[in-house]
């Protein structure tokens, strides 16, 4: 079976096709199908969103389509960014490191113990039979005071993983992809599958 990621990103790509391979699920992006769409993202939470891109794919392509969505959750600032995470700031911030200097201009005086956040990831996967499968993932961290790591992108220098001693951009692509949101997120897709499978 072929399906579509709604994504230009061959990266994703490959992580999500080493999971569908064995349910003989063939992805490719949306750019190989010649479909170039923007989703306005502009559900309420990563659910929404994730399954607002797939929907989009999977009507414009007439195949199943996996799309997902994800942003980096603060606690102390209630949640922010969460599901604005590459638009924070706007429009002002316009880089990533524009977005990452305003979440910290936003935790100046913030202690340590309190700097707690996650990083979340929702996959969804939709059948033009109406069938979804939908998988969150997450991954509990803390917010440095000031970017630490060369690797990664987005908030990878400031989110600190204590059980790894580094930040995600410290601590290259292998390892980050072994415990990552989106990592947890596609072993709890995988998960669905078998049951749906069963």
Same mark, same amino acid.
């Given at each position: 079976?072929?399906?579509? !990621? +709604?994504?230009?990103?061959?990266?994703?790509?490959?992580? #999500?096709?080493?999971?569908?391979?064995?349910?003989?699920?063939?992805?490719?992006?949306?750019?190989?199908?010649?479909?170039? #769409?923007?989703?306005?993202?502009?559900?309420?939470?990563?659910?929404?969103?994730?399954?607002?891109?797939? @929907?989009?794919?999977?009507?414009?392509? =007439? !195949?199943?389509?996996? $799309?997902?969505?994800?942003?980096?959750?603060?606690?102390?600032? =209630?949640?922010?960014? =969460?599901?604005?995470?590459?638009?924070?700031? +706007?429009?002002?911030?316009?880089?990533?490191?524009?977005?990452?200097?305003?979440?910290?201009?936003?935790?100046?005086?913030? *202690?340590?113990?309190?700097?707690?956040?996650?990083?979340?990831?929702? #996959?969804?996967?939709?059948?033009?039979?109406? *069938?979804?499968? $939908?998988?969150? =993932?997450?991954?509990?961290?803390? #917010?440095?005071?000031?970017? @630490?790591?060369?690797?990664?992108?987005?908030?990878?220098?400031?989110?600190?993983?204590?059980?790894?001693?580094?930040?995600?951009?410290?601590?290259? $692509?292998? @390892?980050?992809?072994?415990?990552?949101? @989106?990592?947890? $997120?596609?072993?709890? !897709?995988?998960?669905?599958?078998?049951?749906?499978?069963?």
């Amino acid at each position: 079976m072929k399906a579509v !990621l +709604a994504s230009r990103n061959r990266h994703k790509l490959a992580e #999500i096709q080493a999971i569908l391979e064995k349910y003989d699920i063939e992805l490719v992006l949306q750019s190989e199908l010649g479909v170039e #769409i923007d989703v306005d993202e502009t559900g309420t939470s990563f659910e929404e969103n994730s399954e607002l891109k797939a @929907r989009a794919v999977m009507e414009a392509t =007439g !195949l199943p389509a996996i $799309a997902d969505d994800s942003g980096l959750c603060v606690d102390v600032l =209630g949640g922010e960014p =969460g599901i604005r995470s590459a638009r924070y700031g +706007a429009p002002d911030c316009v880089t990533d490191r524009d977005r990452l200097n305003f979440l910290l201009q936003n935790m100046r005086g913030v *202690r340590s113990e309190e700097r707690t956040a996650r990083f979340v990831c929702v #996959i969804t996967l939709l059948w033009p039979d109406g *069938r979804k499968l $939908a998988a969150r =993932g997450s991954c509990e961290g803390l #917010i440095t005071f000031e970017p @630490r790591g060369e690797d990664g992108f987005g908030y990878d220098p400031v989110f600190y993983i204590p059980s790894q001693g580094c930040t995600f951009a410290q601590m290259g $692509a292998e @390892r980050k992809n072994a415990i990552s949101h @989106r990592a947890n $997120a596609l072993r709890r !897709l995988e998960a669905l599958l078998d049951q749906e499978n069963e």
